[in-house]
């Protein structure tokens, strides 16, 4: 087996942050037997993700898991006065 390792170049960027989020920061680093550095590279790269499954939430599998249940319970039911709304009132009750 073989391990092919690719380098990323790397760029050094300033930012300026409030002394008390420093701290913060540095304390969770530390915490987590981080660097400073790899706190933020993690931060971003988290943020980064949050805001990809956001901005596309039919794409997010959890979203298309719920339309597919809704799909299917629609289908089953024959009744032309199907209320879905209350479907999930009883389903969430049921939990």
């Not at 073989?2 to 008390?20: D, G, Y």
């Not at 979203?63 to 009744?79: K, N, P, S, W």
């Amino acid at each position: 087996m073989f391990l092919e390792v690719t380098h990323m170049s790397r760029t050094k960027i300033m930012v300026s942050i409030p002394e008390e989020l420093l701290t913060e920061i540095d304390r969770t680093a530390q915490e987590e037997h981080r660097s400073r550095s790899e706190f933020f590279r993690e931060a971003v790269r988290l943020y980064l993700q949050v805001r990809k499954a956001r901005s596309i939430p039919g794409q997010d599998p959890r979203v298309q898991q719920a339309v597919a249940i809704q799909d299917a319970l629609a289908h089953q039911d024959t009744l032309k006065d199907w209320n879905g709304i209350a479907e999930i009132r009883r389903w969430r009750e049921k939990r």
